[in-house]
């Protein structure tokens, strides 16, 4: 066995620098392509190594019996890019296989739990159809003995436009998603703000940062026009609800904006506000009149009593 290696290197650095095509079994050179074939006949495992012009390169092939030798693993010398099924790779590590229709790709990790059909507990990529615009492309997935548990979700855009992510737990149902111009969602697939939430909110604080000019003090202004009470009665006789307040139909249809509810509150109490300090002047001017009054009372009531002991 040491005689038969020795050999082929001998016989490699010497046709190395030759013109001609060498062959010894399964082993040949020609030029500056170096593989290692097998004669049999059928799909059979051979690997190739060598120079492909001026690019060197390291490839290991599946050969078949007419001597195709189509790539499982391909190392480009210049940039050192390793490709698998492409002697093209395009970065430093390229899987070229198809991975569509719910088919798993490339695996990053595997436990030592699984099952005969190879989908055990394993963190890897699965590939899904990529013909749709804002349809699901690809997805990094947890999977537990073939279900999937969890998994990042990448939706397929328009050219250089559109795309989203998507976030899935418990059997893969989707629970937040990131669409093409940036809205979050949770818990709905379609988010029509910044951040929509179908669901409750459970915060410790809440900060609103509101545009200048919203916050409602020009109602304590000397030429704001305070609507009288007799005003406000009125209009709540006809519309059942305070003016610049939203009825509970509106409310019920279009949902309520927090911060500008707040500033519309908080306007009603600064009004009610004014309207207290209203009355209490109108009640502190009954007072002193009911003073005076009383002071009248006691001196018509002595000069009464001065009259009828006369």
Sequence with gaps: MKNSYLII?????QSIFAQKEYALGSFKIN????????LNSGNVAGMDMGFNGQTGFIKFSAHTG?????NILYMRGVDGYLGLGTNTPRA???VATIIENGLLGTVFGRLSEGNTNGEGTFLGVRGYSNSVVNGKSFAIEHSFFGITNSAINFFRGNSTTGGGISFSTNNNTEQMRIDFIGNVGIGTTTPDSRLTVAGNIHAREVKVTL???????????????????????EYINQNSHLPEIPSAKEVEANGLMLGEMNMSLLKKIEELMLYMIQQNKVMNELQEANKVMKANQIILESRLAKVETK
């Design 9 to 13: 290197v001998l016989f490699v650095f």
């Design 31 to 38: 030029n500056d392509d170096v593989y290692l074939t097998s």
């Design 66 to 70: 007419n001597s195709n030798r189509n």
């Design 92 to 94: 430093a590590l390229d």
């Design 211 to 233: 545009n200048a000019g919203v916050v409602p003090d020009y109602v304590f202004a000397n030429d704001y026009k305070l609507k009288s009470l007799q005003e406000v009665e």
